[in-house]
């Protein structure tokens, strides 16, 4: 089943985590108070909506609760964005990722209970998208226009197998170029080591292939 998300604030962070949630295959609703802005993602999103997100009535109406994530991305309105996260602790949604303007804010939302709170100037859209689209993958950091850094928490698909079993640079493309196990980095590992269910490996390569070793290994 494809995952479910809500992303409300349509500006250039809110747009960019919709973009790269649809394009890893997600279900997005669309949100935002802006008439235009909720136009030029009607052809984007899943479901593209203009509302009023303070209002805990409006929320009910648009089924947000059964939605899995909900993504707060509210631009420069701190206290609709407070006021937003609120309405979706009442109503009872799972997981809530909050964007903070500064430090103050960050508190506030953490007190009031945001699961996660992020800051756009050190978290890019992409990097959330990745992290929300998989459990496994605990870091994405762009290098580039087309090449990435991920950290991936390995699964019961890699455990178990050595790094010249899985082949996995000549199936997808991709270089692990260090494994973090026990607190210690273990830097050019060898070919033979065996990965651990605990281990969190780092990978580099091109987004597209980083993004088909997601969908095939880690999902």
Known sequence: ????????????????????????????MAIDKDTERVDEFASIATQAVVADTTDEAVLKSLGIRNFEHV??????????????????????VKKITVKAQNDYHAKVLNKIGADHVVHPERDMGIRIAHNMLSNNV???????????????QANEKLAGRTLIG?????????????????????????????????????????????NRFEKKVLN
Request: proline share 1%; glycine share 8%.
């Open 138 to 152: 605990l870091d994405y950091l762009e290098l580039s226009d087309e090449h990435s850094i991920a950290e991936i």
């Open 166 to 210: 899985l082949d996995i640079r000549a199936k997808y493309g991709i270089n692990i170029v260090a494994i973090k196990r026990e607190g210690q980095i273990l830097v050019s590992p060898q070919a033979d080591m065996e990965i651990e269910l605990a281990d969190v490996l780092i990978i580099i390569g091109s987004d597209a292939d980083i």
């Open 1 to 28: 089943m494809k995952k479910e998300f809500v992303v409300i604030g349509l500006g250039r962070f809110g747009g960019s985590i919709v973009r790269e949630l649809i394009e890893q295959d997600a279900d997005v």
């Open 71 to 92: 993504i707060v991305a509210i631009g420069e309105n701190i206290q609709a964005s407070i006021l937003t996260t609120l309405m979706l602790k009442e109503i009872g």
